[in-house]
Nanobody, 122 residues
């Protein structure tokens, strides 16, 4: 069982930056595939980035170059550094975990946090 708690969301102007954090419980955290998803109002939840147990990362094409996923195994914490934010990045951002990185589908991850809101204004 893994418990995930996101933080770091907020309101920012376009072009600004935010760093999201996801604190994970469980001593097996470092073995897991971790990912960030987001869901904008009226839209489906979509994968943003993932990082596997070895630190290999994967990004949705539209996020490449702007977002960076990383993790600190000593702190059991996952991060998402978001730069050059755009209004279309406004969404609830969720942290997710699974024993292995398979894909971007919601059903590919069993454990989810409650989310943290990111709002980007012009």
């Amino acid at each position: 069982q893994v418990q995930l708690v996101e933080s770091g969301g907020g309101s920012v102007q376009a072009g600004g930056s935010l760093r999201l954090s996801c604190a994970a419980s469980g001593h097996t955290y470092r073995r897991y595939c971790m990912a960030w998803f987001r869901q904008a109002p009226g839209k489906e939840r979509e994968g943003v980035a993932s990082i596997d147990r070895d630190g290999n990362t994967n990004y949705r094409d539209s996020m490449k170059g702007r977002f960076t996923i990383s993790k600190d195994n000593a702190k059991n914490t996952l991060y998402l550094q978001m730069n050059s934010l755009k209004p279309e990045d406004t969404a609830m951002y969720y942290c997710a975990a699974e024993t292995g990185c398979v894909g971007w589908a919601i059903h590919d991850f069993r454990w989810w946090g409650q989310g943290t809101q990111v709002t980007v204004s012009l």
